[in-house]
């Protein structure tokens, strides 16, 4: 029998507009034209005045040569520019590329030959780096543009012309075109590399629209937010929130560096109401001084990177922010799950709302499925709180696949799903607990040991700041834990002291066998470095 409803009802452009982000900037500076959309130090400036920056951009970037589909790079921490790129860059067709800062040379002129960079805009402060990247890469035609920053002070200057220029030379009133298709390309980011050449992630403006739709959806964002960038802008596209926030019609608060007394100043000077970080940082923000005021009005704050231990939650928590955990991988455009809290749960005590908290959770507004599965025959496992698999996703914010890199991309989609390579364990009540990354997991003498589960046990130690757990090699058992701690200033503990302490709260055979007492190696987000870890417990006689 015929269906009726696909006579006469075809997709035209009075009812079909593909999807892209971009509309957010046009909508926020039409709706709200003199609402606050940036703060950076001295500078404040509306939404109307930042579309019109962003419009010169797209303008002068056409002029200069850029077509669609090429690829626009910036080295950049958290300031307007970096901002103003995501809307600026896809205006003129072009696919923005915002490489992580420390990365060194070798690495950052492997991304710019790679995805064919055509324009590098620059960050004064990175101007040494980018130089010498450049040195090391083989384009030829690549536009190096300067962004001056006063809150930064003088930099080397080395491109053809400032980030002012460029936009004095375009123009004002351009006129954009959105995306022929939502499936093309706004945004590559790439993967840290630590095992090869990193892997080019590619976003839709599909994607990026969705994402950063769901954050207002399942964080509660009410209009108008006022958005503290503690997360670099250049992972994972700040997750998808330069979009987000000008769906928002929110305040962008820039900050170039992650330091806990600008923190604390900026949440009351400026009314801060949102933030994202890491684990890390919330850890920073717990064991800053005394003397920092602490917030006066709630503050929300998204957590992810690495399972944020409970005892760190239940601290920030005491202080005032609100955490909600996520989870996600730069494949999935950031956090793609999260940890949907339930009103039931106010009445438990804090210990236990902490460990509901760590939990990973459900799928965002975005994402159609999440399963926990065994990797080789993708039979989804048991939801009983217990069953060890790979964690495996699908919908709408997974990638478009890996630039030009297609046996890299088949490898990552298994099954009609998007293999994360994290293990985790289904809880009766639909929420994922990730338990470690697959390359973390501990094998000692054939059971199954979670670095993770370690960590949280340590990061309850009174005398204890940071810590991190990974594999070191043994003749008898295969594996071992090695825990690396990182003490509270002033603190005199014993590695004896650390292992005691493991004793008396976990099973015999998870506790570590050795512990080494240091600063922790971290990347730009906050993630602690493991794969450097793991080359120290290996040198360990």
């Given at each position: 029998m015929p269906n009726i409803y696909k006579s006469g009802l075809e997709a035209n452009a009075a009812n079909y507009v593909p999807l892209t982000p971009v509309n957010f900037m046009e909508r926020a500076s039409f709706v709200h034209p003199d609402a606050l959309a940036v703060i950076h130090g001295n500078v404040r400036r509306t939404w109307s005045e930042t579309y019109q920056r962003t419009r010169r951009l797209a303008s002068a970037l056409q002029r200069h040569g850029v077509a669609t589909g090429e690829t626009v790079s910036i080295i950049a921490t958290n300031i307007p520019e970096m901002f103003e790129v995501h809307f600026g860059v896809p205006m003129a067709g072009a696919v923005l590329n915002a490489i992580n800062t420390r990365l060194d040379a070798a690495a950052i002129a492997f991304i710019l030959d790679h995805a064919e960079t055509r324009v590098l805009f620059v960050d004064p402060e990175f101007s040494g780096l980018a130089q010498e990247a450049i040195a090391l890469a083989s384009r030829t035609d690549l536009l190096v543009i300067d962004i001056e920053d006063p809150c930064f002070g003088e930099g080397t200057r080395m491109g053809a012309m400032t980030y002012a220029a460029l936009l004095d030379s375009g123009d004002p009133d351009f006129?954009?075109?959105?995306?022929?298709?939502?499936?093309?390309?706004?945004?590559?980011?790439?993967?840290?590399?630590?095992?090869?050449?990193?892997?080019?992630?590619?976003?839709?403006?599909?994607?990026?629209?969705?994402?950063?739709?769901?954050?207002?959806?399942?964080?509660?964002?009410?209009?108008?937010?006022?958005?503290?960038?503690?997360?670099?802008?250049?992972?994972?596209?700040?997750?998808?929130?330069?979009?987000?926030?000008a769906a928002n019609a929110g305040v962008n608060v820039c900050l170039?560096?992650?330091?806990?007394?600008?923190?604390?100043?900026?949440?009351?000077?400026?009314?801060?109401?949102?933030?994202?970080?890491?684990?890390?940082?919330?850890?920073?923000?717990?064991?800053?001084?005394?003397?920092?005021?602490?917030?006066?009005?709630?503050?929300?704050?998204?957590?992810?990177?690495?399972?944020?231990?409970?005892?760190?939650?239940?601290?920030?928590?005491?202080?005032?922010?609100?955490?909600?955990?996520?989870?996600?991988?730069?494949?999935?455009?950031?956090?793609?799950?999260?940890?949907?809290?339930?009103?039931?749960?106010?009445?438990?005590?804090?210990?236990?709302?902490?460990?509901?908290?760590a939990r990973q959770g459900v799928g965002n507004?975005?994402?159609?499925g999440i399963m926990v599965a065994d990797p080789d025959t993708l039979e989804r496992l048991p939801s009983d709180g217990q069953s060890l698999g790979e964690i495996f996703l699908r919908g709408n914010n997974v990638m478009c696949g890996y630039l030009k890199n297609a046996s890299a991309t088949r490898k990552s989609f298994r099954g009609g799903w998007f293999a994360s390579g994290d293990l985790g364990v289904m809880h009766p009540d639909g929420y994922l607990e990730l338990k470690d990354r697959s390359k973390d997991i501990i094998i000692s003498g054939g059971e199954n040991i979670s670095s993770v589960e370690i960590e949280n046990v340590l990061y309850q130690h009174p005398d204890v700041l940071e810590a991190a757990v990974v594999?070191?090699?043994?003749?008898?058992?295969?594996?071992?834990?090695?825990?690396?701690?990182?003490?509270?200033?002033?603190?005199?503990?014993?590695?004896?002291?650390?292992?005691?302490?493991?004793?008396a709260n976990m099973a015999g055979f998870k506790i570590p066998k050795t512990v080494i007492f240091g600063p922790l190696p971290k990347t730009s987000t906050g993630k602690i470095q493991k794969f450097v870890l793991r080359e120290t417990a290996r040198a360990v006689p």
């Open positions: 006129v954009w075109e959105g995306p022929a298709s939502e499936w093309d390309a706004i945004a590559l980011n790439y993967t840290s590399g630590t095992t090869g050449d990193p892997k080019g992630v590619v976003y839709s403006h599909r994607g990026a629209y969705l994402n950063a739709i769901s954050h207002i959806v399942d964080w509660g964002m009410a209009q108008h937010s006022v958005y503290l960038w503690t997360l670099p802008m250049f992972h994972c596209n700040g997750w998808c929130f330069p979009w987000t926030i170039r560096a992650v330091r806990d007394s600008s923190i604390f100043h900026l949440i009351r000077d400026e009314g801060v109401t949102h933030f994202c970080g890491a684990p890390i940082v919330l850890n920073m923000l717990a064991n800053a001084s005394g003397d920092l005021a602490r917030p006066s009005h709630g503050v929300k704050v998204m957590t992810a990177g690495a399972p944020p231990p409970p005892a760190v939650i239940q601290k920030v928590e005491e202080m005032g922010f609100e955490v909600t955990h996520v989870y996600g991988l730069t494949e999935v455009y950031g956090p793609a799950v999260i940890s949907v809290w339930k009103t039931r749960w106010d009445r438990l005590g804090a210990a236990e709302r902490a460990r509901l908290k507004t975005a994402l159609s594999a070191r090699p043994d003749d008898k058992w295969g594996e071992t834990p090695c825990a690396f701690v990182t003490l509270k200033a002033g603190r005199d503990v014993s590695p004896d002291d650390i292992i005691r302490f493991c004793r």
